[in-house]
């Protein structure tokens, strides 16, 4: 058991034909914080309200509406505008509390689950939230929304007015204890303010919501700016106590992420989270930092990694061979690449659940393995008999032995090299590699791999195009390989069949970068869908993770258990941090505007 759930509340005894009723949810009925909490644990419940937050977006956006699969939006324009019928505890697993829902009931077998909307609940013109929004919300959504939410509430069937407050989703799964979380995630929308528009067309017309920020300010592609609302309902709501502090938030559009650190330094940003160990060595060893005006701290997390690699799409012909992938593998330098590069800061990936106790390790055995033998013959004997484990070397630089390897298996797979060029024995196809990126800083990164691909005979390009197109490209899957984050939380759930599913591998816009389509890798996410309790999920995931693996979709990259974080020193901050969310320090928003400190600084600039 995990030890925060030592800690925690136990739901009342019910017998089986009794409802569950309470303030929140959780997948597996245990509670770190009761009906009567007042905030949570990592916030400062008395923190001051004001000032501005100045923060950097690299790219652009086109749209202010984050539910449909046209356009770009800019950050945090989700969470920081709409209400959830719920929110989630960032020292918490697989648990959420009561937002626009002020109650929510489940039944025994979770075939349904209904929300009780607070009577407080308002959007900024004064009208009341609805039930008629929350079914306006999910159907809209159903429609015309983005196919990864279409794909995230595949498994709601139904939605229902049951109450002058109440909702009432049904599901069409006998199991499946994370569809109430599911639901609760939902964001709520007005149905009479999109009476009359296009709902799945870009627009930046600032959108009526209810949350705690509004959009005050807006130039596409250029920057944005967010009010915080003063009579916002749900301020005093104990999800809210000691969150969103700061009067305004802006963000300025940077198409780089070099003259975004120079902005910062100058001034013109407060804070930064940084992701480039180059930068973070050095590129902030100024005056500012030794006098202690700018602070820069690593911070430990607990967050799961998920897996950042390049990917593969499979979609392409030349990719349909695992064996080609693995070869491929050989052709990525991560020591040498995490040595000169990296300053050594990193850790290789070697999961698509990394720094977490959902990650496979060693060999299976005990349940994990008795679920992996019902598909023996149908997925990699490695599976039964080895550790994965990515392409190693020793950092030299000398790659002679990986890349011998990589001829091998790409011979076995059909390929040979005629004239210096790597070539399919059966049609004569010539190996061509596009390596799609959206960033100039990761043509460092790759270029040593395009390298030594071409010393298999691959003929390797790299191809650095704007985001628009960049995301115009990735979801109309339009790429031979392309660098991706993909995050994992610590309860993994609905969301793995947007990720690695048949049904997604040709949705456009979907998350199945790789293009998976495996009967078995359906099957177990099916598994972690309907897991009973959470060691069972524990040992399913790990069961999907090592058929991952060794399906060679993916060139692991690495991963940080730090966050690093720069700003300037003229904000307050809790006294501990949420363990299993990264939004406390990559988005701050339990952090607050400190005057005495702002004047202090500004005194010390001058």
Same mark, same amino acid.
């Given at each position: 058991?995990?030890?925060?759930?030592a800690?925690?509340?136990l739901?009342?005894?019910l017998t089986a034909?009794?409802n569950f @009723?309470? =303030?929140?949810?959780?997948?597996f009925?245990q509670?770190k914080? /009761?009906p009567?909490?007042?905030?949570?644990d990592y916030?400062?419940?008395?923190?001051?309200?004001g000032g501005?937050i100045?923060?950097?977006?690299?790219?652009?956006?086109?749209?202010?509406?984050?539910?449909?699969?046209?356009?770009?939006?800019?950050?945090r324009?989700?969470?920081?505008?709409y209400?959830?019928?719920?929110s989630?505890?960032?020292?918490?697993i697989a648990?959420? $509390?009561?937002?626009?829902?002020e109650?929510?009931?489940?039944p025994p077998d979770?075939?349904?689950?209904?929300?009780?909307l607070n009577a407080?609940?308002?959007? =900024?013109d004064?009208?009341p939230?609805?039930?008629?929004?929350?079914?306006?919300s999910?159907n809209?959504?159903?429609d015309?929304? !983005?196919? /990864?939410l279409?794909?995230?509430?595949?498994?709601?069937?139904g939605?229902e007015? @049951?109450?002058?407050?109440?909702?009432?989703?049904?599901?069409?799964?006998?199991?499946n204890?994370?569809?109430?979380?599911i639901v609760g995630?939902?964001?709520?929308?007005?149905?009479?303010y999109w009476?009359?528009?296009?709902f799945?067309?870009t627009?930046?017309?600032?959108?009526l %919501?209810?949350g #705690? $920020?509004r959009?005050?300010?807006?130039?596409?592609g250029r920057?944005i700016?967010?009010e915080?609302?003063?009579?916002y309902?749900?301020k005093?709501?104990?999800?809210?106590?000691?969150?969103y502090?700061?009067d305004?938030i !802006?963000f300025?559009?940077?198409?780089?992420?070099? @003259?975004?650190?120079?902005a910062?330094k100058?001034?013109?940003?407060?804070?930064?989270?940084e +992701?480039?160990?180059?930068e973070?060595a050095?590129a $902030?060893?100024?005056?500012?930092?030794?006098?202690?005006?700018?602070i820069?701290?690593?911070?430990?997390h607990?967050?799961?990694a998920?897996m950042q690699a390049?990917?593969? +799409?499979?979609?392409?012909?030349?990719?349909?061979?695992p064996?080609?992938?693995?070869a491929?593998?050989? *052709?990525?330098d991560?020591?040498?690449?995490n040595?000169?590069?990296?300053?050594s800061?990193?850790?290789r990936?070697e999961s698509?659940?990394?720094?977490s106790?959902l990650a %496979?390790?060693?060999?299976p055995?005990g349940?994990?393995?008795e679920?992996?033998?019902?598909?023996r013959?149908r997925?990699?004997?490695?599976v039964?008999t080895?550790?994965?484990?990515?392409?190693?070397?020793?950092?030299?630089g000398n790659?002679?032995a990986?890349?011998?390897k990589?001829?091998?298996?790409?011979?076995?797979?059909?390929w040979n090299?005629?004239?210096?060029?790597?070539r399919?024995a059966?049609?004569?196809?010539?190996m061509?590699?596009?390596?799609?990126?959206?960033?100039? %800083?990761?043509?460092?990164?790759?270029?040593?791999?395009?390298?030594?691909m071409?010393r298999l005979?691959i003929?390797?390009?790299?191809r650095?195009v704007?985001s628009?197109q960049y995301?115009n490209?990735v979801?109309?899957?339009?790429y031979?390989?392309i660098?991706?984050?993909?995050?994992q939380? =610590?309860?993994?759930?609905?969301e793995?069949r947007?990720?690695?599913?048949s049904?997604?591998a040709m949705?456009p /816009?979907g998350?199945n970068?790789?293009?998976?389509s495996? #009967?078995?890798i359906?099957?177990l996410?099916?598994?972690?869908?309907? *897991?009973?309790?959470?060691?069972?999920?524990i040992?399913?995931?790990?069961a999907l993770?090592?058929?991952?693996?060794?399906g060679?979709?993916?060139?692991?990259?690495?991963y940080s258990?730090?966050f690093?974080i720069?700003h300037w020193?003229?904000?307050?901050k809790p006294?501990q941090s949420a363990?299993?969310?990264g939004?406390y320090?990559?988005? #701050?928003?339990?952090?607050?505007?400190?005057?005495?400190?702002?004047?202090?600084?500004?005194?010390q600039?001058n």
């Open positions: 058991m995990h030890t925060l759930f800690l925690a509340l739901l009342p005894t034909a009794e @009723v309470g =303030h929140g949810y959780s997948t009925g509670f914080y /009761g009567d909490f007042t905030h949570f916030v400062n419940p008395e923190a001051p309200k501005e100045r923060l950097a977006d690299i790219g652009t956006f086109d749209s202010l509406n984050p539910f449909i699969l046209k356009g770009i939006t800019p950050p324009i989700g969470s920081l505008i209400d959830t019928l719920m989630n505890a960032g020292d918490e648990t959420e $509390y009561g937002l626009l829902a109650s929510v009931e489940v979770q075939s349904w689950a209904t929300y009780t407080r609940a308002r959007w =900024h004064g009208k939230v609805t039930p008629e929004d929350v079914i306006f999910f809209i959504m159903m015309k929304g !983005h196919p /990864g279409r794909a995230y509430y595949a498994s709601v069937k939605v007015k @049951v109450g002058e407050r109440s909702v009432k989703f049904t599901f069409g799964e006998e199991t204890r994370e569809l109430p979380l995630q939902l964001a709520i929308l007005p149905e009479h009476k009359g528009r296009a799945d067309e627009s930046l017309e600032p959108p %919501s209810s #705690p $920020y959009i005050v300010a807006v130039e596409g920057f700016t967010y915080r609302v003063d009579d309902w749900g005093d709501l104990p999800v809210n106590r000691g969150r502090n700061f305004r !802006h300025d559009c940077y198409r780089d992420q070099t @003259v975004a650190i120079e910062l100058a001034g013109e940003l407060d804070y930064r989270s +992701n480039s160990s180059k973070w050095t $902030y060893q100024t005056d500012a930092f030794e006098s202690g005006r700018m820069k701290a690593p911070i430990a607990q967050r799961s998920g390049f990917w593969f +799409n499979t979609r392409r012909s030349k990719f349909a061979d064996t080609v992938r693995q491929v593998a050989y *052709a990525f991560f020591e040498w690449t040595k000169n590069l990296f300053y800061s990193y850790t990936a698509f659940f990394s720094n106790e %496979s390790r060693g060999l055995e349940r994990e393995l679920i992996l033998e019902a598909y013959g997925i990699p004997e490695e039964f080895a550790t994965y484990e990515p392409p190693q070397t020793d950092g030299s790659l002679r990986n890349l011998r990589a001829k091998q298996l790409l011979k076995r797979a059909g090299v005629v004239d210096n060029v790597l399919n059966e049609t004569g196809e010539a061509e590699i596009e390596i799609l990126l959206a960033q100039a %800083s990761w043509e460092r990164i790759a270029a040593p791999m395009v390298a030594n071409e005979g003929q390797a390009t790299i650095i704007d628009a995301q490209r979801q109309s899957y339009d031979d390989l660098v991706g984050v993909r995050g939380s =610590h309860s993994p759930g609905n793995q947007n990720y690695w599913t049904a997604a949705e /816009g998350g970068w790789a293009g998976i495996d #009967p078995v359906d099957a996410v099916e598994q972690i869908i309907t *897991a009973p309790d959470r060691q069972e999920l040992v399913r995931t790990r993770d090592r058929v991952l693996l060794w060679h979709y993916v060139i692991p990259h690495w258990k730090n690093r720069v020193d003229k904000f307050g006294a363990p299993y969310t939004s320090y990559v988005f #701050p928003d339990t952090w607050w505007y400190d005057g005495e400190r702002a004047a202090r600084l500004e005194a600039s």
